[in-house]
């Protein structure tokens, strides 16, 4: 059946009243000189990260609590921190703290470092296998006590009845506790965001297998 326009929709806010809520955002980032195409859907997808998330306050509830990922201080320290972090993310925090929600860390400094070095070796390659699955365990562990942690700040840090929002990247660990009802924000660029990155991904390929052919054709035989 076809909703009627202009009709109002009664607020789901009573539907879960006195239970925890939690809107689970993916934190996305930009880099230096990121082509165009890439800044106009990142731009997009924070935009309707902010629509999405309005709909839901107006239905849910608005935000008190935000957790962000990386983030090791509240107050000004953490805005601070967060604003070299992540920009775009940083302007949506502050938005929620200035409407009255605080910022509540939801990270362990030593936890985040040592995912972070661990992650750094695995980016620089081996050239042993029993080396690299070795660190591939380090790195996997490391990142479970994060996470971990994470759920753990959650559970003990979010009130019966209240509404946080979790800014997090896409592919986390985080099991969240049974007694929180998420509500995942994936506007429709987060879509357009993976279909570019995988046709660039795509693209820096093949780009890579016609050099080594044309490299190939060129080698005299000897």
């Known amino acids: ?24 955002v993916p934190l996305l980032f930009t880099w230096k000189d990121s082509p165009p195409e890439y800044s106009e859907k990142f731009n997009l997808y924070w935009q309707q990260v902010r629509q999405h998330i309005a709909n839901l306050e107006a239905r849910i509830g608005s935000v008190q609590i935000v957790y962000h990922e990386s983030i ?17 993310s940083y302007q ?26 661990w992650e750094r070796h695995l980016m620089m390659g081996f050239i042993s296998d ?14 479970q006590r994060r996470y971990d942690y ?16 979790l800014l997090v990247r896409e592919g986390h660990g985080v099991q969240f506790p049974p007694d929180v009802e998420v509500f ?19 693209q820096l390929a093949a780009d890579m297998e016609r050099e080594e052919a044309e490299k190939t054709s060129e080698t005299p035989e000897a």
């Open 72 to 88: 090791t201080a509240t107050g000004e320290s953490g805005m601070e921190t967060l604003e070299k972090l992540n920009p775009a």
């Open 130 to 143: 029993k080396i690299a699955g070795i660190v591939t365990r380090f790195f996997n562990e490391a990142s």
């Open 92 to 117: 949506l925090v502050r938005e929620k703290c200035l409407m009255g929600a605080r910022l509540e860390v939801v990270e362990d400094r030593e936890a985040i470092e040592e995912s972070m070095d």
């Open 184 to 202: 995942s924000v994936a506007p429709p660029a987060l879509n357009e965001i993976h279909r570019w990155l995988r046709e660039r991904q795509n």
């Open 150 to 165: 994470i759920a753990r700040r959650i559970k003990e840090t979010l009130p019966e009845g209240e509404v946080a929002m």
């Open 1 to 24: 059946m076809v909703e009627e326009l202009g009709k109002i929709i009664k607020p789901e806010a009573e539907i879960f009243q006195g239970k925890k809520k939690l809107y689970l």
